[in-house]
């Protein structure tokens, strides 16, 4: 089966530095794939080239079985894969959270009553509809979290891209996040430093070092210098994956 | 001008909270627009009398009310001390160069009023409203989107850029940063302020690429969608708009006749 999502060698340059050197990965549909490695190791850079943020100067990037390469080839990309950024802040920009929800079904071409009544739908089915109507800057860290995922999940997303979700999240959200997360259907690439989390919901893991992508078993401990392990319930399936 | 009186008190009994944004903003709007056009300094001083009492009862609360007057009278003050001098006619007092004008006198209570019943009205009006509504009920009365997407962005972001420039200036402090309290400030002091400056003005403009890009992933292409509900016009907002069109036309009338 192809990849929904797929980096091909690419390398891509931040700031005049090289941050992904020839890196390969594949993000398949029904997958929650771990995306770990050290800080500034250029996972965020990784999340942002696959939703073209970022443009390669060498290799692919293959999204929904075509190739990559302008930012309307991207503006079809952006309608079904959707990224969270490190920062809530960033990405709640409307007034009240059900403006925000509702903003990216409003983007796809929905009429607005649709719009606002699958907004509302999504915050009821993640438990978060007492938010609807609050302002979204004066939320706490964790309610924008939570809303800023009901948002990208308003776009009905096939892959969600979250970049280090769980901050600033306490337990009672965490695993409200874990939740949702394991009842979506999207394939999900999860960037995180917070491996009990990781360990919950990640069926493969990956490790990126030095701009290139390997393959990591999920496992308590860290085994080798290389590879970060993070335990999981069914070590053997991953090993075959890995 | 009793017309003009009279209708405060009316107004407030029923509740500026019940009336839709869109007809606060559109009644601050012609309220200000009117009492522009007004000159007579008896209608103006009723106007004012009128909107005082509306902020009273209407607006965000008599200390609020009293702590947003402060910044406002403070201005008013100098111009009342001085242009009395700078408007050439009837001298009143004062030695060559120095001459208090009669007319300048009345252009400055005429100023002195305007701008209170302004600001009152405005403060009763528009007090109690989010800026988020504001600019939800001025783009719903088909307002220049762009100067409403800026309004609102700088609504939102205004408080997380104050944010980090207090969270820079706590660390600043933390380290044992303290301003040198002499008149001329040590060079260090200097550089310190340039620097903390410096790192608000390119965290802002990254925050900004950053709200664009997160904006663009959600197949943003330009356009604020229409915001949240919004619910039909009610009986209060008619009655509303009607006592504003009454005081205003009764204002004007008394202008005519005095
Ligand atoms: N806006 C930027 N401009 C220049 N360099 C950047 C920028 N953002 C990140 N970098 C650099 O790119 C590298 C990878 O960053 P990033 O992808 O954010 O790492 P990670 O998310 O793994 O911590 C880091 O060395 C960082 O310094
Ligand atoms: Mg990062």
């Avoid at chain 2, 007004?38 to 609360?61: C, I, K, N, Q, Y």
């Avoid at chain 2, 100023?111 to 302004?118: E, G, H, S, W």
């Avoid at chain 2, 307002?143 to 997380?160: D, H, S, T």
Wanted: charge should be positive; include cysteine.
């Amino acid at each position: 089966m192809s990849a929904l999502l797929a980096l091909d060698g690419v390398t891509v340059a931040r700031g005049g530095r090289t941050v992904l050197a020839g890196a390969d990965l594949q993000l398949h549909a029904g997958e929650r794939l771990a995306l770990v490695g050290p800080n500034g190791a250029g996972k965020t850079t990784l999340l942002r080239t696959l939703v073209g943020l970022e443009r390669p100067s060498a290799g692919r990037v293959v999204a929904f079985g075509a190739e990559r390469r302008t930012e309307v080839d991207f503006g079809t990309v952006r309608a079904r894969a959707q990224l969270m950024f490190q920062d809530p802040d960033d990405q709640l920009f409307c007034p009240t959270v059900i403006d925000d929800v509702a903003f990216g079904p409003l983007n796809l071409g929905r009429k607005r009553d649709e719009a606002f009544a699958a907004a509302r739908a999504v915050l009821e089915r993640l438990g978060l509809v007492h938010l609807a109507d609050r302002v979204t800057h004066r939320l706490s860290g964790g309610e924008k979290r939570l809303v800023c995922l009901a948002a990208l999940i308003a776009m009905a997303p096939d892959a969600l891209l979250l970049d280090e979700p769980t901050n600033d999240l306490d337990e009672e959200n965490r695993a409200r996040m874990i939740d949702i997360l394991l009842r979506l259907d999207a394939a999900l690439l999860l960037v995180s430093h917070d491996r009990d989390f990781l360990e919950r919901i990640a069926t493969r893991a990956v490790l990126l070092r030095e701009g290139t992508v390997r393959p990591a078993l999920v496992h308590r401990h860290v085994v080798t210098q290389e590879e970060i392990h993070i335990h999981g319930l069914d070590a053997s399936h991953r090993h075959a994956e890995g | 001008m009793p017309a003009a009186l009279g209708a405060a008190p009316v107004r407030v009994s029923f509740g500026i909270a019940a009336l839709d944004p869109r007809t606060r903003l559109l009644g601050a709007f012609a309220g200000v627009l009117a009492v522009a056009l007004l000159s007579s300094l008896w209608v103006l001083a009723a106007a004012a009398l009128g909107t005082f009492a509306l902020a009273l009862a209407a607006g965000p609360g008599t200390a609020a009310l009293m702590r947003r007057l402060v910044h406002l009278e403070g201005f008013m003050l100098v111009l009342l001390a001085l242009l009395p001098f700078t408007v050439p006619g009837t001298p009143l007092f004062g030695a060559p160069p120095f001459v208090a004008s009669a007319e300048g006198f009345a252009r400055a209570v005429q100023i002195l009023l305007k701008v209170n019943a302004c600001g009152f009205l405005v403060f009763a009006l528009l007090g109690g409203l989010e800026p988020v509504r504001i600019g939800a009920a001025a783009l719903a009365l088909k307002a220049p989107e762009r100067l409403v997407q800026l309004f609102l962005l700088v609504v939102r972001y205004g408080g997380v850029l104050r944010a980090e420039a207090a969270r820079l200036q706590e660390a600043m402090r933390a380290r044992a940063f303290a301003p040198r309290a002499s008149l001329t400030w040590s060079l260090h002091t200097w550089r310190t302020y340039g620097h903390m400056l410096g790192m608000v003005l390119v965290r802002a403009l990254e925050r900004a690429e950053r709200v664009s890009e997160a904006m663009r992933c959600r197949g943003f292409s330009g356009r604020l969608p229409a915001s949240a509900e919004r619910p039909a016009l009610g009986a209060a907002d008619l009655a509303f708009a009607l006592l504003l069109a009454a005081a205003i036309l009764a204002a004007f009338a008394a202008e005519h006749l005095a």
